[in-house]
């Protein structure tokens, strides 16, 4: 079969499986089947595929038309411009919380050390680190099978001398400080999650989505413990759900923070607050 027919059949699949971006993710997983680029397919329409491309790809888009992430069937996501190994133990990471990074990117200089609060793949202190130098960096996870993803990202990097991955109950296994935490936690409500589209809902780790029943679990549990672990000035950085910012604002206040900032994101709803840690009021 050509290349142009087989994009055709699958982009009807996934369409009819109401699968949102239908074209886009039907030519992603041509791309991936065929080892090849958007311009190659566009500019070779008549090129034949083999029987065996064929058959990846059919079942590929079965698998998609199921709400099956289109990333745990590449196996893959770019974030901050770097590609992250991903598959189903970790949070895929999210446009948004580019966001984040790039808001700690501005403080970031040399020599600081980082802790990334519920690291999942990695991917925001992989690139804190990617963007910085002579930095290095803690990430930590509950979910051991996420900290191997998160392994296998620093070494596709080159970033494993810079980096160490512990497995911990947020700060339980943690004796040293730090100049900046960062950390995107589960932040949903609970009751919210099962209204997600099917390819969160069902495929993104729970645990990395949950923040129980009012959504602010993992702040107030890292608030109360972060000054502990944070260097006399240092920052606190989070990503949160748009109708967070208040309630981590004063959380961060009454725990001896100061010069708290929220910034938007690209669609003007709130994602980020930070602050400076300036000791127990
Ligand atoms: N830090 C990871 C990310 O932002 C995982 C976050 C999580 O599991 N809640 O993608």
Do not use: W
Request: with cysteine.
């Amino acid at each position: 079969m050509r290349y142009a027919d087989l994009y055709a059949q699958g982009k009807a699949l996934l369409e009819k499986a109401e699968i949102e971006e239908a074209a886009l993710d039907a030519r992603l997983l041509l791309e991936h089947v065929c080892e090849t680029d958007r311009t190659t397919l566009f500019a070779h329409p008549e090129k034949e595929v083999t029987a065996e491309q064929q058959k990846c790809y059919e079942e590929l888009i079965a698998k998609r038309s199921e709400h099956i992430p289109l990333q745990h069937l590449t196996g893959q996501q770019d974030f901050m411009g770097l590609t992250f190994g991903v598959n189903e133990h970790v949070l895929i990471p999210r446009q948004d919380t580019e966001i984040l990074v790039e808001e700690v990117m501005r403080d970031l200089h040399d020599g600081v050390n980082i802790l990334d609060m519920c690291t999942g793949s990695g991917c925001i202190l992989l690139s804190l680190l990617h963007y910085s130098n002579d930095t290095t960096g803690v990430g930590v996870d509950l979910s051991e099978e996420a900290l191997k993803v998160a392994q296998a990202n620093a070494e596709r990097l080159g970033k494993e001398s810079r980096v160490r991955f512990v497995q911990s109950n947020l700060f339980e296994a943690l004796d040293e400080q730090f100049d900046i935490i960062v950390s995107n936690p589960p932040y949903i409500r609970t009751d919210v999650i099962e209204m997600l589209m099917p390819e969160v809902r069902d495929h993104d780790p729970r645990m990395a989505l949950d923040g129980m029943a009012d959504g602010l679990f993992f702040y107030r549990k890292i608030i109360d413990e972060a000054g502990n672990y944070l260097k006399r000035g240092g920052q606190l950085f989070f990503e949160i759900g748009h109708d967070q910012a208040e309630e981590v604002s004063t959380l961060m206040r009454e725990h001896g923070y100061k010069e708290i900032e929220v910034k938007k994101d690209y669609a003007g709803l709130d994602r980020v607050v930070y602050g400076t840690f300036l000791g127990g009021v």
